[in-house]
T-cell receptor, first 114, second 111 residues
Framework: DVKVTQSSRYLVKRTGEKVFLECVQD?????MFWYRQDPGLGLRLIYF???????EKGDIPEGYSVSREKKERFSLILESASTNQTSMYLC?????????????FGDGTRLSIL | SQQGEEDPQALSIQEGENATMNCSYK?????LQWYRQNSGRGLVHLIL?????REKHSGRLRVTLDTSKKSSSLLITASRAADTASYFC???????????FGTGTKLQVIP
C-alpha cells in the first residue's frame, strides 16, 4: 500500500513565523500535491510538483512556497504565517494522472496560526 | 476554481438504505474520481471512471458518468454506519497532472 506521511497532525504557530510542513511518500510517485481544506470550500490546490526541483502553482499559491529536493519529499513553506492560513493541509502523491492514476493522501496537518 | 459541485451538500439515511450523491462539472474531462474522507483524516480513493466509460462498479459502489450532461453519480447500496463520511468528486481535464475537487457531500448513516 502507498503511504503518504505528513510530519505533524496538529501544529500551532504564531503570526509572522516561517512554517514548514513536510510530506513523504514511499511509492516513487512522480507527482506530489499540497492542498488546503476549509469548511464549505472543499480542497483547493496550493502547489504541485511533477518531478524533483519542478513546481507548478495551483489555484491559491499566494503566501506559500514549496520545495522538492528529493523525489519522495515535498515541503510546503509559509513564508510569514498569517491567521487566514489557519486550515487543514493535505498532501497527496500520484503516478501519471493522464494515465488514470488516483491520488493518495496523507492524514493531514491541522495548522492553527495565532 | 471549483470544477466539481456535489449535490446534496448533506445526506442522512438509515442503515441499509441506498445513498446517491451527484457531481456536476463544467469543462470536458479525461477522468472523474470519487474519494471518501472520514472525519479528521485524509482522502481515500474509491473509484475512477474514464471519460469513455458510462458506468463502473466496485463492491457496493456504482458510479455513472454522463459526459453530455457533465455529471456523475455515486450510489452506495445497502449503506452501513461505517459509510458515514464526506464524499468528494474530482476531475482531471487532461493536459495537466492536477485534479480539481468539489466541495463534497457529507453522508450520515444512522444505525
Amino acid at each position: 500500500d502507498v503511504k503518504v506521511t505528513q510530519s505533524s497532525r496538529y501544529l500551532v504557530k504564531r503570526t509572522g513565523e516561517k512554517v514548514f510542513l513536510e510530506c513523504v511518500q514511499d511509492m516513487d510517485h512522480e507527482n506530489m500535491f499540497w492542498y488546503r481544506q476549509d469548511p464549505g470550500l472543499g480542497l483547493r490546490l496550493i502547489y504541485f510538483s511533477y518531478d524533483v526541483k519542478m513546481k507548478e502553482k495551483g489555484d491559491i499559491p499566494e503566501g506559500y512556497s514549496v520545495s522538492r529536493e528529493k523525489k519522495e519529499r515535498f515541503s510546503l513553506i509559509l513564508e510569514s504565517a498569517s491567521t487566514n492560513q489557519t486550515s487543514m493541509y493535505l498532501c497527496a502523491s500520484s503516478r501519471d494522472v493522464l494515465r488514470n492514476q488516483p491520488q493518495h493522501f496523507g492524514d493531514g496537518t491541522r495548522l492553527s496560526i495565532l | 476554481s471549483q470544477q466539481g459541485e456535489e449535490d446534496p451538500q448533506a445526506l442522512s439515511i438509515q442503515e441499509g438504505e441506498n445513498a446517491t450523491m451527484n457531481c456536476s462539472y463544467k469543462t470536458s474531462i479525461n477522468n472523474l474520481q470519487w474519494y471518501r474522507q472520514n472525519s479528521g483524516r485524509g482522502l481515500v480513493h474509491l473509484i475512477l471512471i474514464r471519460s469513455n466509460e458510462r458506468e463502473k462498479h466496485s463492491g457496493r459502489l456504482r458510479v455513472t458518468l454522463d459526459t453530455s450532461k457533465k455529471s456523475s453519480s455515486l450510489l452506495i447500496t445497502a449503506s452501513r454506519a461505517a459509510d458515514t463520511a464526506s464524499y468528494f468528486c474530482a476531475t482531471n481535464s487532461g493536459g495537466y497532472q492536477k485534479v480539481t475537487f468539489g466541495t463534497g457531500t457529507k453522508l450520515q448513516v444512522i444505525p
